[in-house]
């Protein structure tokens, strides 16, 4: 069966997904990313894919109890349905949770002991988009070289055929969940909290959640509608945010707390409605866990500031930059123990202690209001004795997914030939001892991500300046940062 090997992507398979578009929503596609690529995942594909699954499963772990859970988005239903009766097919057991949240299908792979899991879902990105994060046990991620494998036994229809489908059965898994969260993290005082779902799933979920923690609940744009018509929900775009920072400081609320579509990114504003870089979210993690566990190291992604690198020793721990990624952090968690904390950028924050070396928003913000809850101080003063520095949230160019790797590749060669750069993921580039540059390609959507950090403005603008130079040699990427400003709301995609 032939299929379109873009989808299968390095840390989850994703492509848009549904039986037709009409020309507005093509046309809406095409101002945000560029040529429509198709629909490149059907019910056949679904179906394709199920079974591919559950032959890997069985083969490599002789699998037999599989769960699955999907997002509530347009077309989710049908591909769930077709997704289940192509593992199925392989002789597993499928247990259908209905409509979850990644990290509540990561909790429950581990926790019931499921053989392996599924959860459908377009993540953080927009309605067009559905795809398949896939785990074996304890939720260690099948990923990379496992999913091309996966995309050749589909061209060559390499399946199981049991003589007998697998059972079928269905499982709530919210309330096993909730109870273990709040056994394990308590508050010293009720909270006031504003929370933006952003009409993702998780607005579902939220209230219960956060009540029975014993937090005043306020929500933002809970009811849930798969084509986001507020904002797209993405924490970690602070421009997503600023309506709930609006809300805290009218409500005068101590948090704001924002999750992404599918569960497994958080994002925070303070008290004064000004949104809180996720890398520092993690440095008040990090000081938390590793005064409990002195030594330990803590693993955060290639766009985080380079505060990392020198306030993880001062807290007692050792600092490991890592490539971006849910699936290749979760597997170095899995493989270097070692490690107690993990978190990125986008706000993935990954818990080793009490928990299972999964990423996952609301434990993530449950653990940051226990924080909060011990002092009488507002939450911005949790953060007062962080330097500061200048630095641009993740700044996205489009670049097609054809060419986007090579267009890198060609990048890093230029400036690892004149500057000291990290190559883990795209290219690092060193200017000096506090400034740098990436530039790297998503490994999710079609396009390149930025991140610039300097002490002051001007030399951040210095250094933009110079990749932007390099940058428009490439007619592919079909975007221009702003080189006047740290950075605006003005490109395709968002900052520039």
Same mark, same amino acid.
């Given at each position: 069966?032939?299929?379109?090997?873009?989808? +299968? /992507?390095?840390?989850?398979?994703?492509?848009?997904?549904?039986?037709?578009?009409?020309?507005?929503?093509?046309?809406?596609?095409?101002?945000?990313?560029?040529?429509?690529?198709?629909?490149?995942?059907?019910? $056949?594909?679904? /179906?394709?894919?199920?079974?591919?699954?559950?032959?890997?499963?069985?083969?490599?772990?002789?699998?037999?109890?599989?769960?699955?859970?999907?997002?509530? /988005?347009?077309?989710?239903?049908?591909?769930?349905?077709?997704?289940?009766?192509?593992?199925?097919?392989?002789?597993?057991?499928?247990?259908?949770?209905?409509?979850?949240?990644?990290?509540?299908?990561?909790?429950? !792979?581990?926790?019931?002991?499921?053989?392996?899991?599924?959860?459908?879902?377009?993540?953080?990105?927009?309605?067009?988009?559905?795809?398949?994060?896939?785990?074996?046990?304890?939720?260690?991620?099948?990923?990379?070289?496992?999913?091309?494998?996966?995309?050749?036994?589909?061209?060559?229809?390499? +399946?199981?055929?049991?003589?007998?489908?697998?059972?079928?059965?269905?499982?709530?898994?919210?309330?096993?969940?909730?109870?273990?969260?709040?056994?394990?993290?308590?508050?010293?005082?009720?909270?006031?909290?504003?929370?933006?779902?952003?009409?993702?799933?998780?607005?579902?979920?939220?209230?219960?959640?956060?009540? &029975?923690?014993?937090?005043?609940?306020?929500?933002? +744009?809970?009811?849930?509608?798969?084509?986001?018509?507020?904002?797209?929900?993405?924490?970690? $775009? /602070?421009?997503?945010?600023?309506?709930?920072?609006?809300?805290?400081?009218?409500?005068?609320?101590?948090?704001?707390?924002?999750?992404?579509?599918?569960?497994?990114?958080?994002?925070?504003?303070?008290?004064?409605?000004?949104?809180?870089?996720? !890398?520092?979210?993690?440095?008040?993690?990090?000081?938390?866990?590793?005064?409990?566990?002195?030594?330990?190291?803590?693993?955060?992604?290639? &766009?985080?500031?380079?505060?990392?690198?020198?306030?993880?020793?001062? +807290?007692?721990?050792?600092?490991?930059?890592?490539?971006?990624?849910?699936?290749?952090?979760?597997?170095?968690?899995?493989?270097? &123990?070692?490690?107690?904390?993990?978190?990125?950028?986008?706000?993935?924050?990954?818990?080793?202690? !009490?928990?299972?070396?999964?990423?996952?928003?609301?434990?993530?913000?449950?653990?940051?209001?226990?924080?909060?809850?011990?002092?009488?101080?507002?939450?911005?003063?949790?953060?007062?004795?962080?330097?500061?520095?200048?630095?641009?949230?993740?700044?996205?160019?489009?670049?097609? $997914?054809?060419?986007?790797?090579?267009?890198?590749?060609?990048?890093?060669?230029?400036?690892?030939?004149?500057?000291?750069?990290?190559?883990?993921?795209?290219?690092?580039?060193?200017?000096?001892?506090?400034?740098?540059?990436?530039?790297?390609?998503?490994?999710?959507?079609?396009?390149?991500?930025?991140?610039?950090?300097?002490?002051?403005?001007?030399?951040?603008?210095?250094? &933009?300046?110079?990749?932007?130079?390099?940058?428009?040699?490439?007619?592919?990427?079909?975007?221009?940062?702003?080189?006047?400003?740290?950075?605006?709301?003005?490109?395709?995609?968002?900052?520039?």
């Amino acid at each position: 069966m032939k299929v379109s090997q873009s989808i +299968f /992507r390095l840390y989850d398979i994703r492509g848009v997904a549904g039986k037709e578009f009409s020309p507005k929503a093509i046309a809406e596609f095409e101002r945000w990313y560029g040529k429509f690529p198709g629909i490149n995942i059907t019910l $056949d594909v679904a /179906r394709a894919i199920g079974s591919a699954y559950g032959t890997f499963m069985v083969r490599n772990f002789k699998a037999k109890e599989i769960l699955v859970g999907h997002e509530y /988005r347009p077309f989710a239903d049908e591909l769930n349905a077709a997704f289940i009766d192509g593992i199925r097919s392989t002789g597993c057991n499928v247990t259908d949770a209905g409509i979850a949240l990644t990290p509540i299908v990561y909790f429950s !792979d581990c926790f019931f002991k499921f053989d392996g899991a599924v959860n459908i879902t377009g993540s953080h990105n927009v309605y067009f988009y559905n795809g398949f994060k896939m785990m074996g046990k304890d939720a260690s991620p099948v990923f990379g070289d496992d999913l091309q494998t996966l995309w050749k036994m589909i061209e060559a229809e390499d +399946f199981i055929v049991a003589d007998k489908p697998g059972t079928y059965s269905t499982k709530e898994l919210y309330p096993t969940y909730e109870k273990y969260i709040t056994e394990h993290i308590s508050l010293k005082r009720k909270l006031k909290i504003v929370v933006d779902t952003g009409n993702g799933s998780a607005g579902f979920f939220t209230e219960q959640f956060f009540t &029975k923690l014993e937090c005043e609940v306020i929500s933002l +744009f809970k009811d849930v509608d798969a084509t986001f018509p507020n904002h797209v929900p993405d924490p970690e $775009d /602070r421009h997503s945010m600023i309506e709930l920072g609006k809300l805290v400081v009218k409500e005068k609320a101590d948090i704001g707390i924002g999750i992404d579509a599918d569960g497994d990114r958080v994002g925070c504003v303070d008290e004064k409605g000004q949104y809180v870089d996720a !890398d520092i979210l993690l440095l008040l993690l990090s000081k938390d866990v590793l005064s409990r566990h002195p030594g330990k190291t803590i693993v955060f992604d290639v &766009k985080c500031s380079r505060l990392m690198e020198k306030l993880i020793p001062t +807290f007692g721990g050792k600092p490991l930059m890592h490539m971006t990624g849910h699936a290749p952090i979760k597997q170095t968690l899995r493989k270097n &123990k070692d490690v107690v904390l993990g978190g990125e950028v986008s706000g993935h924050m990954y818990f080793v202690e !009490d928990y299972f070396r999964i990423d996952d928003s609301f434990f993530a913000a449950a653990k940051i209001l226990e924080l909060l809850s011990r002092t009488n101080e507002p939450f911005s003063s949790l953060f007062v004795d962080f330097p500061m520095t200048v630095r641009t949230p993740e700044l996205k160019l489009p670049c097609a $997914d054809e060419v986007k790797f090579a267009v890198v590749e060609e990048i890093r060669k230029k400036f690892s030939a004149t500057n000291k750069t990290i190559i883990i993921d795209g290219v690092r580039v060193l200017f000096d001892d506090t400034s740098w540059a990436l530039v790297r390609a998503s490994n999710t959507s079609p396009y390149l991500t930025l991140r610039f950090e300097a002490d002051t403005e001007a030399r951040l603008l210095e250094m &933009k300046n110079v990749i932007a130079d390099e940058l428009e040699r490439y007619p592919e990427i079909t975007d221009r940062l702003n080189r006047t400003a740290v950075s605006t709301y003005t490109g395709r995609l968002g900052w520039v």
